[in-house]
């Protein structure tokens, strides 16, 4: 190893560290929860997308355990190579009878399930049109595809018909990328509209539900079941690692996509399959979001999120309209959202500080994420810890 390339990495660590954007991997010694154990102390927990509290659920640990017994620990290869798991296509079977398409492709992750279709949908000469505030991951895989890329202003549609009706008149095949609930600010896409003016324009949509399976819609499939145009989205995406409490990613739509997936997602055919004890939870997380409990697991979340979204509001802290679990609570600068969360984890409360290029620079925040693991105890006590003289971000400072 050269010294030429430690000294690059120093210098740049430097300039993380300086511009107060430097992170730590922190360790937790338990399961998923509403209480955890980070760093050797017990810590009520605000950070997890855990929202149904499915991911200690005792369904999901038998059925990986099971699997694990059953088909062990490892895959052994990717799919097309070494033969796919029973678990993988029970997982798959599940996924589309729940979201109501023919079928399903189940990635190891929900990165890899956007950097493989992206760029198998589209490439040179095509155009895709993402909303500025998509995931990283849909941001990569746009890039990655070749093709013609343009950014949306966030949830702006007049600025989606403009680029719309520029794409059409390029003659190309045109992929637009939205998220149903966004990650950082836990805002809606404005879906109905959305998908109105893809089909004026002739183009494709493909739909990121990962912060909303489980949560909207009569059988909990999500913000396109809720506004009634799942059968009017091409592409529908999603996370098994949210919600439904297990790990990796999914692609659900038309029997000729997912076929053509099998053949042309590069992160698909060349990515060794996830352990079958992580398809086996997964399925198991599906079954229970369908059930009687889903319903009651989904029930108590949004009656806690009415909960503490009265209470910040009494307490003096503004807030975006609340559309989801997520409770984004804007500091401004990186050095005073970390100071905050610090000052909270100091109390037994862990809620991330989020910073660039998380988010914008400006924007930093503390992201609240509810779970139906909460107990109302435990929004009383965020909200204690949240009044006891720490100013920083409330809308009077």
Known sequence: ??????????????????????????????????????????????????????????????????????FGAGAGAARLISGSQSPHHQLENALANFKGTEAALAFSSGYAAALGTIPALVGTGDVVVIDKLVHASLVDAAKLSGAKLRVCKHNDLADLARL???????????LVVAESVYSMDGDLAPLLNLVELKEQHGAWLMLDEAHATGLYGEGRRGVAEEFGVADRVEVQMGTLGKALGAAGGYICGSNELVDFLRHRARSFVFSTAPMPAQAAAARAGIEVVQSAEGEERRTRLWSLVDELKNGLIARGWKLPVVQSAILPLIIGGETEAVALSEQLLERGVFVPAIRYPTVAHGEARLRITVSAAHSPGDIEKLLEVLGEGIEEGKSDA
Do not use: P
């Open 1 to 70: 190893m050269t010294d030429s390339f430690q000294e690059k990495l120093v210098g740049e660590l430097a300039g993380i560290e300086s511009a107060d954007l430097r992170r730590t991997v922190r360790e937790v010694a338990s399961a998923q929860g509403a209480w955890i154990r980070l760093e050797g102390r017990e810590v009520l927990n605000f950070s997890s997308n855990d929202y149904l509290g499915l991911a200690n659920h005792s369904a999901l640990k038998e059925a990986a355990t099971a699997a694990i017994k059953k």
């Open 164 to 174: 719309l009706e520029w794409a059409a008149g390029q003659g190309a095949r045109t």
